[in-house]
């Protein structure tokens, strides 16, 4: 059973389908359990015989959502519970509680109001339910370091298991003609830039509006050149388009909205950025990687393990929209260095990052998980 906050478009969240889409049917059979909720994207889940079980927490409240866990626990008798991010910390007392044999817990990433993971809260969360996990999972060294330097979790029990994307599904290509993109975006000449996840502050997509502005303003004949593709949605939306009216920026960015046909969005961008404040390790830049394009990234998280700086891409630091903006300009005058840095990043996803190399490791983690539970 695995146990997640919800299951909406996130990184976190589409490494979980591709992981159940990806393990072996005669051998595993799972269950879904949102804290929350779900939305249409679990519809990409493509096996039959997996129920995605709704808690809704914030409407019933903790203490019913955990008697309720309890019981799923008791009736389903999982060999293993995986939870995944802060919330799938409420379901490890319930798993215990009902024996189940092994319980794993997955660390994917950062909150805006807790960047470094030192917030005294979560911090001590973290540590309060550590006794009552058998195995940690962490998606980068970076995490994988915090768990072991600032949690205090022996080495012996965490795995570092990269993210994986599908090479196949993911790689370069036109984009559809039917995506809606206002006119002028696919005019020749135009340098489409974007970037692809949930609109929140932690993703920092107002520093690539800002850099965008700030491009256009050094130099009014780039405004005829330079396009900004946002796609997703989330609580900043409406700061975001804020922003956009006021730097006079409307029409050159374009918010896509919330989709699940990520593949032919990144085949819309010609150059992808990610200007988080910080990452666990980021689905979607590989993706974005697979696809054939160069990275502007901050290198914070689990970035810095994916992205091959001058080779890949290029780094810059969070916040500096001023460096964002100059990476862009040198982009936009030197076609030749786009194409190569987008060929080493398409090479770095296929040989380092497949998708088959992460559900090798998760399926091998789960046996040893099942042998260890029996014993």
Same mark, same amino acid.
């Given at each position: 059973?695995?146990?997640?906050?919800?299951?909406?478009?996130? *990184?976190?969240?589409?490494?979980?389908?591709?992981?159940?889409?990806?393990?072996?049917?005669?051998?595993?059979?799972?269950?879904?359990?949102?804290?929350?909720?779900?939305?249409?994207?679990?519809?990409?889940?493509?096996?039959?015989?997996?129920?995605?079980?709704?808690?809704?927490?914030?409407?019933?409240?903790?203490?019913?959502?955990?008697?309720?866990?309890?019981?799923?626990?008791?009736?389903?008798?999982?060999?293993?519970?995986?939870?995944?991010?802060?919330?799938?910390?409420?379901?490890?007392?319930?798993?215990?509680?009902? /024996?189940?044999?092994? /319980?794993?817990? #997955?660390?994917?990433?950062?909150?805006?109001?807790?960047?470094?993971? /030192?917030?005294?809260?979560?911090?001590?969360?973290?540590?309060?339910?550590?006794?009552? &996990?058998?195995?940690?999972?962490?998606?980068?060294?970076?995490?994988?370091?915090?768990?072991?330097?600032?949690?205090?979790?022996?080495?012996?029990? &965490?795995?570092?298991?990269?993210?994986?994307?599908?090479?196949?599904?993911? $790689?370069?290509?036109?984009?559809?003609?039917?995506?809606?993109?206002?006119?002028?975006?696919?005019?020749?000449?135009?340098?489409?830039?974007?970037?692809?996840?949930?609109?929140?502050?932690?993703?920092?997509?107002?520093?690539?509006?800002?850099?965008?502005?700030?491009?256009? #303003?050094?130099?009014?004949?780039? =405004?005829?050149?330079?396009?900004?593709?946002?796609?997703?949605?989330?609580?900043?939306?409406?700061?975001?388009?804020?922003?956009?009216?006021?730097? *006079?920026?409307?029409?050159?960015?374009?918010?896509? #909205?919330?989709?699940? /046909?990520?593949?032919?969005?990144?085949?819309?961008?010609?150059?992808?950025?990610?200007?988080?404040?910080?990452?666990?390790?980021?689905?979607?830049?590989?993706?974005?990687?697979?696809?054939?394009?160069?990275?502007? &990234?901050?290198?914070?998280?689990?970035?810095?393990?994916?992205?091959?700086?001058? &080779?890949? *891409?290029?780094?810059?630091?969070? #916040?500096?929209?001023?460096?964002?903006?100059?990476?862009?300009?040198?982009?936009?005058?030197?076609?030749?260095?786009?194409? $190569?840095?987008?060929?080493?990043?398409?090479?770095?996803?296929?040989?380092?990052?497949?998708?088959?190399?992460?559900?090798?490791?998760?399926? $091998?983690?789960?046996?040893?998980?099942?042998?260890? *539970?029996? =014993?």
């Amino acid at each position: 059973m695995h146990v997640i906050h919800h299951l909406f478009i996130g *990184g976190m969240e589409n490494g979980l389908v591709n992981l159940l889409n990806g393990l072996p049917e005669r051998e595993f059979r799972h269950a879904v359990v949102c804290i929350d909720d779900h939305s249409s994207f679990a519809q990409r889940i493509q096996r039959q015989d997996i129920d995605v079980i709704d808690l809704r927490r914030p409407a019933i409240g903790v203490w019913p959502m955990r008697r309720r866990l309890l019981r799923l626990f008791r009736e389903r008798r999982p060999h293993i519970v995986h939870t995944r991010g802060p919330s799938g910390l409420d379901a490890l007392p319930p798993a215990a509680l009902a /024996r189940v044999p092994q /319980r794993i817990h #997955g660390e994917h990433g950062w909150d805006i109001s807790n960047l470094d993971g /030192r917030g005294w809260k979560p911090l001590w969360l973290r540590r309060l339910h550590s006794p009552l &996990v058998d195995r940690y999972v962490a998606v980068s060294k970076d995490l994988r370091r915090y768990l072991v330097e600032t949690v205090g979790v022996a080495e012996r029990r &965490v795995s570092t298991i990269s993210n994986g994307v599908d090479t196949e599904r993911f $790689q370069p290509g036109e984009p559809p003609p039917d995506l809606g993109l206002p006119e002028g975006f696919l005019r020749p000449g135009v340098l489409r830039i974007g970037t692809v996840g949930r609109l929140q502050a932690v993703k920092d997509q107002a520093t690539l509006i800002a850099a965008a502005a700030a491009v256009v #303003g050094a130099a009014p004949t780039l =405004r005829q050149r330079l396009r900004v593709i946002l796609v997703g949605d989330g609580p900043v939306r409406r700061s975001l388009g804020e922003q956009v009216q006021a730097a *006079g920026l409307d029409d050159v960015v374009f918010f896509a #909205g919330a989709t699940d /046909r990520v593949v032919d969005w990144l085949r819309a961008l010609e150059v992808f950025v990610l200007p988080s404040l910080n990452e666990g390790m980021s689905n979607t830049l590989l993706e974005a990687m697979a696809c054939g394009l160069p990275a502007l &990234v901050t290198p914070v998280g689990g970035n810095v393990e994916l992205l091959d700086d001058g &080779v890949s *891409g290029r780094f810059f630091s969070p #916040g500096r929209a001023d460096v964002l903006a100059d990476l862009l300009r040198r982009y936009i005058d030197d076609p030749a260095q786009r194409r $190569q840095h987008g060929n080493g990043a398409r090479a770095r996803a296929e040989r380092e990052f497949s998708l088959r190399t992460m559900v090798g490791r998760y399926g $091998q983690l789960y046996r040893d998980c099942v042998v260890s *539970g029996r =014993r």
